[in-house]
């Protein structure tokens, strides 16, 4: 079958190439954008949620917003050639664009980076072989652009994190002292101040995000997922993510409102039960680019400026969205595809079947697992010291690690999560990221959350019956890796307490 409003579609100048995680209402794609003339070309293909075995909120998501960007589209009055999933024989997003090439007979295409090195490849490839011009447009999305990390990097011969922050700060103008040179607070950095835990008492009460009620568009998508994705992993009963610039908005406001001024202290801190606590569920609205970066930093800035949040909690919130997000795209681009494979731990281990189902009499990683499965999402804490730790202590193959994390987790796009799996949960890059690997024992997850009350297994145990998996596996790593970094300057310590 031919795609939606094919028929309409005549005289092509530019076919304007619109992905799932480009629906950025003022992509320099849409620039100069003649509706007599040109047409946005979009495709829903199973492909992209069976490559990997993707979580049922996740291909929702992607399928509601990309419906809600075509009708906003179509409003505006621009053609839109909109291929809806099973409405056609092409398994494939270049299988797909090369039939409506042919059909269509643009003049032209014009597109920004896809977020995906394998989509990059396929469509370039279908591109190249149909002989059509094609532009490639700056992606105005994004704070730093590919060529200014490079240029970062090869200039100090790194790639830290650290330098790149603040070479962006700086460049940028972003919580700098009217002096221009002073950050903000006297420091660059209150990481130290971002580490606080709930003790006993626990959290208490933390207004829950603000909820988005379901249109009749992403209900009849929730149900086309359930008849053709029924083996997927995750339900979608808490299906509940902003669909809409407008709704992404909703969520800033409202993440600003009641959450941002204990988000520094408490961004590293888990509890049971407790899915989102003050963190601002804004990735997947920005890795879908509904709302902007320039955005978001701008409103967390603004609200320190008015008293509303103190300094630890808005520089520890931008340098998750300025510092880690844009460093990490930096990285994959700059190191794709060759980090894909890369194993520097030599990790050989299957994914346990645990992290499909749940089940597992560890409570912290029932409670994150679980978690996952139910909503599609985790913080960073969650994923990097619990899911990502366990996995990297049992010795995972990287890649299956990356796999699942692509899968699972509704805010995944491969540009953001490869880089921060793979090098800061992993250390299969050797370093590039990360200067040591990010393990820890059972006691670290002790500390910061309330998951090991009434769990069988004592963190504070490595051998015996009641040892905790953790703590046992992470002597474990500790011994397996001595030769290679017990004089390491940053991580010997760790491999003194060994002896």
């Known amino acids: 079958m031919a795609p939606e409003a094919l028929e309409q579609v005549n005289a092509v100048r530019t076919l304007v190439i619109v992905l799932g995680d480009q629906l950025d209402r003022e992509s320099a ?234 988000f520094g202290r408490y961004q590293d801190a888990m509890w049971t039960g407790e899915t989102y606590l003050y963190h601002a569920r804004l990735s997947s609205s920005l890795n879908l680019k509904l709302i902007s970066p320039r955005e978001v930093v701008q409103a967390v800035v603004e609200a320190y400026r008015a008293g509303r949040a103190p300094i630890e909690a808005v520089e520890g919130f931008v340098r998750q969205v300025l510092g880690w997000r844009e460093y990490v795209r930096g990285l994959y681009w700059r190191h794709m595809p060759e980090s894909l494979d890369e194993n520097a731990l030599g990790a050989h281990a299957d994914l ?44 995972v193959r990287p890649r299956a690690v990356h796999e699942w994390f692509l899968a699972v987790y509704v805010d995944a796009v491969e540009w953001v999560e490869l880089p921060n799996t793979l090098g800061m949960s992993q250390y299969a890059d050797g370093g590039r990221m990360a200067s040591k690997p990010y393990v820890a024992s059972g006691r670290y997850i002790q500390r910061m959350s309330n998951y090991c009350q009434g769990c069988r297994f004592d963190p504070g145990e490595s051998t015996g019956d009641r040892a905790c998996p953790f703590t046992t596996l992470y002597w474990n790593f500790l011994l397996e890796h001595r030769a290679k970094f017990s004089r390491h300057p940053r991580a010997a310590l760790q491999w003194r307490s060994l002896d």
Request: glycine content about 8%; overall charge positive; aromatic content about 8%.
């Open 29 to 262: 794609a849409l620039d100069d954008f003649d509706p007599a003339q040109d047409c946005i070309w979009m495709a829903e293909v199973a492909n992209e949620s069976t490559h990997v075995w993707s979580h049922k909120q996740r291909i929702s998501l992607f399928l509601a917003a990309m419906r809600r960007f075509r009708d906003d589209q179509r409003e505006l009055g621009r053609r839109v050639a909109y291929r809806t999933l099973y409405s056609h024989p092409e398994s494939t997003l270049g299988d797909a664009l090369r039939a409506d090439l042919g059909m269509l007979a643009p003049c032209g295409v014009r597109m920004v980076r896809p977020g995906d090195y394998r989509v990059q490849a396929m469509l370039n490839a279908v591109l190249t072989e149909s002989g059509v011009a094609v532009k490639h447009v700056p992606d105005r999305h994004f704070l730093v652009s590919i060529g200014q990390f490079s240029r970062g990097a090869d200039e100090r011969n790194s790639t830290r994190l650290e330098h790149f922050y603040r070479q962006a700060r700086v460049r940028l103008g972003i919580l700098r002292e009217p002096d221009g040179k002073s950050p903000t607070g006297g420091s660059w950095n209150f990481d130290r101040k971002n580490r606080g835990t709930f003790g006993r008492e626990g959290p208490g009460q933390i207004a829950h995000p603000v909820s988005f009620g379901l249109d009749s568009s992403t209900r009849e998508v929730l149900a086309l997922v359930e008849t053709h994705f029924h083996s997927h992993p995750g339900n979608q009963a808490a299906f509940d993510w902003p669909v809409t610039p407008a709704q992404a908005r909703s969520a800033l406001d409202d993440f600003i409102e009641y959450r941002l001024g204990g």
């Open 352 to 395: 346990p079947r645990l992290y499909w189902t749940g089940e597992t009499q560890m409570r912290c990683l029932s409670e994150v697992i679980g978690q996952t499965l139910r909503t599609g999402y985790a913080h960073h804490i969650q994923r990097l010291m619990v899911a990502g730790l366990f996995a990297q202590l049992l010795g």
